[in-house]
C-alpha cells in the first residue's frame, strides 16, 4: 500500500497544493498567529491543516468541522483570526462574495492567504466538479483589493505548467472520451512528467515567474 500511495502521490505531484512553496508558505502562514487564535480553512476537503484550524466545505468528510457556503459563512462578522483558502475559489460560481464573506467574518487585523490555480487545466479525475475560473497574478491582487497586500507571487512555476498540460495531453492523443484506459494512461502520464517540477527551482526565483506560474498565491491584512 506504501508503494500504491508513493506513486499516487508522484502522479499528482505537479498540482501546486501538493508542492514545497506553497506547503512552506500555509506552514509560516500559520505558525505566526497566537495559539488561542480562531483560523478557518475554506474549502478545506481532505486535508486537515491543523488541530486549530476549522475545516469548512460545502459536503461533509471527515475532516470537515463546518458544512457551510463559502458566500455565507456561519461566523459573526469581525470574530476570526485568520482564513485559509487554497484552491476552493475556482470552483464557486461567484468567488468575490466568497471573498467579501472572508473580509466580513476576519477581525481587524486579522489575515487571509489565498492561493488558486493560473495555468493548469482541468484533472481527469474531478471533469464532474464544478471547476469555473483560473486567476492571473495581478487578477488575483484585483479581487482581493479589500485587503492589504503584504505578499503575492507564484507558488508553482513554469516546470508544473508543463508537467501538467504534458499529463492532459498524452492520454488526450490515444483517448477522446473518459474511460479506464484513459484514467490508467493519466496515471502513468503523472509518473512520466512529474519529475519536469523541479524546473521551477529556476524559474519561480524570477521577476516575470507569474507570467507561467501553475498557481499563485496572495496574503493579505484587513484593515
Known amino acids: 500500500m506504501r508503494v500504491i500511495d508513493f506513486l499516487r502521490r508522484l502522479s499528482m505531484s ?49 475532516e470537515i468541522d463546518i458544512v457551510a457556503d463559502a458566500a455565507l459563512l456561519p461566523f459573526r462578522e469581525t470574530s476570526v483570526d485568520g482564513i485559509l483558502s487554497t484552491g476552493a475559489l475556482k470552483h464557486m460560481r461567484g468567488p468575490r462574495k466568497a471573498i467579501a464573506e472572508m473580509h466580513r467574518v476576519l477581525k481587524p487585523g486579522g489575515r487571509a492567504y489565498v492561493a488558486v490555480p493560473f495555468l493548469q487545466g482541468f484533472r481527469a479525475e474531478t471533469d464532474s466538479e464544478e471547476s469555473y475560473r483560473r486567476w492571473t497574478l495581478r487578477g488575483l491582487e484585483l479581487d482581493l483589493s479589500c485587503f492589504r497586500r503584504t505578499a503575492s507571487g507564484p507558488v508553482a512555476g513554469a516546470g508544473s505548467s508543463l508537467a ?48 507561467t506560474a501553475c498557481g499563485v498565491s496572495f496574503h493579505g491584512t484587513k484593515m
Open 14 to 62: 505537479s498540482d501546486p497544493y501538493h508542492q514545497g512553496r506553497q506547503i512552506q508558505e500555509i506552514a509560516v502562514f500559520l505558525a505566526s498567529f497566537h495559539p488561542n487564535a480562531v483560523i478557518v480553512d475554506i474549502g478545506a476537503g481532505p486535508v486537515r491543516r491543523g488541530e486549530r484550524v476549522f475545516g469548512i466545505d460545502k459536503t461533509a468528510g471527515p
Open 164 to 211: 501538467r498540460q504534458l499529463r492532459e495531453m498524452i492520454p488526450l492523443f490515444f483517448f477522446s472520451c473518459p474511460s479506464l484506459a484513459y484514467s490508467v494512461t493519466y496515471r502513468i502520464a503523472g509518473w512520466l512528467t512529474f519529475w519536469l517540477r523541479a524546473l521551477d527551482l529556476l524559474f519561480l526565483s524570477r521577476d516575470l515567474a507569474h507570467r
